[in-house]
């Protein structure tokens, strides 16, 4: 079968793979990794691919309807996003107006979690849809490739939800998540084979870079993430070392032009001995020379962090999230901030750069809350830092919380970004109101990354090595207008009126 991968057009440079999907403000432009990786599944099934971006490469709904129609492709995989899926249910349409034999089927966190109100708007707008894959969506497709080429009709294939003649829809039980993560084509051979690898960039590695996966589920409980709770679980499954081995073995060797790697497990330390041997493997095999960067939780071991450094470790993106106890404990995160202080100054000793991710307006969050947060941030001798608002997902624990609570600011999704595809804070309460959580955001942004010892370090950083100089270059230009914008409301402004749900 002929399958064609779509990551949709939508707003220049929008991350749909950010777990807060979004056009960011520091430039970064997410791979369509899970989506290339289940491209390469099929190809490891027998099938033949297409894979194109229509953010890093802008182009039409019609253009990439046409793409789709070109390549003769038998079903066609769209991948969505919270803030997106109006405008990929747009595109779904087109395609299947343009060509009716392609099945059309659309993939990802949101429409997982919201599989009727994904039929709903379709059926409001009058908008064509094959389905929805629920969760893990590799072996689905392969699937439902099979039932198609055999003539096998579709309607009890395990994780596909569809529409039933009343308008009801049918949502199957998902299928067992895959455990077999070895041998397949390799996503950054992929990438070099159907993207374009230096339109990708990450604030936080070396340019031109690749994004590849080591393992899917997190073992973590923290109630706003949504990857673990609406797709790949809580089982954090692992590629064998040795077919890590091979992907770093052909970066090395295939990729010369690649000068960073960047790791997204979601906790790719949540095994700390697999990291080690990992590591180990890396050194002895002197597949240690380009840069990598890993997401890790604030409780990463010495010993673990050296072994990390001598395999080529340069950064870790770490969820700190709050800085106030009571938060932290509230979003079951699991750790305290003496631990998180160790885990820094540990990092500090070893010479691994940290980038601290830090939320606004969580849970039982206070002005005098998000204070100690944005004091915690500036006390850490960290490279970088982000400040998000809270953007609570469909099919979390802390969106089914907010909107219970009756917080939620609006249930039109494209409401999760603003015009120009930033973040915008979804929670709204008596005593702090979105415009107070985003302007704070701001506020935190301007604290961190306008003091005069930051700046003096960066310069330092910079001169030191050119390479990071074009990296701070990159993420200083689209980040300063941001820095120097008219700040917004301060932490007391009333807050705003919960819209209407579209649809």
Request: hydrophobic share 35%; with cysteine; net charge neutral.
């Amino acid at each position: 079968m002929r399958i064609a991968f779509v990551n949709p057009p939508f707003k220049p440079r929008f991350s749909r793979e950010s777990r807060s999907a979004a056009v960011s403000k520091g430039g970064t432009l997410y791979y369509p990794h899970w989506l290339a990786i289940a491209a390469a599944y099929s190809r490891h099934r027998g099938h033949t691919i297409d894979l194109f971006d229509g953010c890093a490469t802008p182009m039409s709904h019609e253009a990439a309807a046409e793409r789709v129609e070109k390549f003769g492709a038998d079903i066609a995989i769209l991948d969505t996003s919270t803030p997106s899926v109006y405008n990929d249910l747009r595109l779904a349409d087109r395609i299947k107006r343009r060509n009716p034999s392609v099945r059309v089927f659309l993939v990802g966190p949101h429409v997982s979690a919201t599989a009727d109100a994904t039929f709903a708007y379709a059926a409001k707008h009058d908008l064509q849809l094959d389905g929805v894959l629920l969760g893990e969506y590799d072996g689905i497709i392969t699937e439902l490739a099979a039932r198609i080429a055999d003539g096998v009709d579709l309607t009890d294939t395990p994780g596909l939800a569809s529409l039933r003649a009343d308008g009801t829809v049918r949502q199957n039980p998902r299928p067992a998540p895959l455990h077999d993560l070895d041998g397949w084509p390799l996503v950054s051979a992929l990438y070099k084979e159907f993207l374009d690898i230096p339109a990708y960039y990450y604030s936080h590695t070396k340019h031109p870079m690749v994004t590849i996966i080591t393992g899917r589920g997190c073992p973590y409980r923290c109630t706003f993430c949504q990857l673990p709770q609406v797709m790949y679980g809580h089982d954090y499954r692992r590629r064998s070392i040795e077919d890590v081995v091979r992907e770093f073995r052909h970066l090395h060797e295939q990729m010369p032009e690649i000068r960073g790697i960047m790791i997204e497990d979601d906790t790719f330390t949540a095994d700390k001995p697999r990291t080690r041997e990992l590591c180990r493997r890396l050194v002895e095999e002197g597949l240690n020379k380009i840069p990598w960067t890993c997401n890790a939780r604030a409780d990463v071991d010495l010993e673990t962090l050296t072994w990390m450094k001598r395999a080529g470790a340069r950064m870790m993106c770490v969820g700190f999230e709050s800085g106030d106890q009571v938060t932290l404990n509230h979003m079951r995160k699991g750790t305290k901030l003496t631990i998180i202080e160790q885990f820094v100054k540990d990092a500090r000793t070893s010479g691994v750069m940290v980038h601290g991710c830090f939320m606004f307006g969580n849970r039982h969050e206070t002005p005098e809350s998000m204070n100690q947060t944005l004091g915690f941030a500036l006390s850490l001798p960290i490279d970088t830092a982000q400040f998000f608002p809270i953007m609570v997902s469909p099919g979390t624990a802390d969106y089914e919380h907010f909107q219970q609570a009756g917080m939620l600011r609006s249930e039109t999704f494209s409401d999760w970004n603003d015009d120009e595809g930033n973040h915008q804070s979804t929670i709204v309460r008596p005593e702090l109101s979105n415009r107070d959580i985003e302007a704070f955001c701001d506020l935190a942004r301007r604290k961190f990354y306008l003091r005069p010892g930051y700046v003096a370090y960066k310069a330092w950083q910079s001169l030191r090595d050119p390479e990071e100089l074009r990296r701070n270059w990159l993420s200083l230009k689209p980040l300063a207008r941001h820095l120097w914008r008219r700040p917004g409301s301060t932490p007391t402004a009333a807050a705003a009126k919960p819209t209407a749900v579209e649809g």
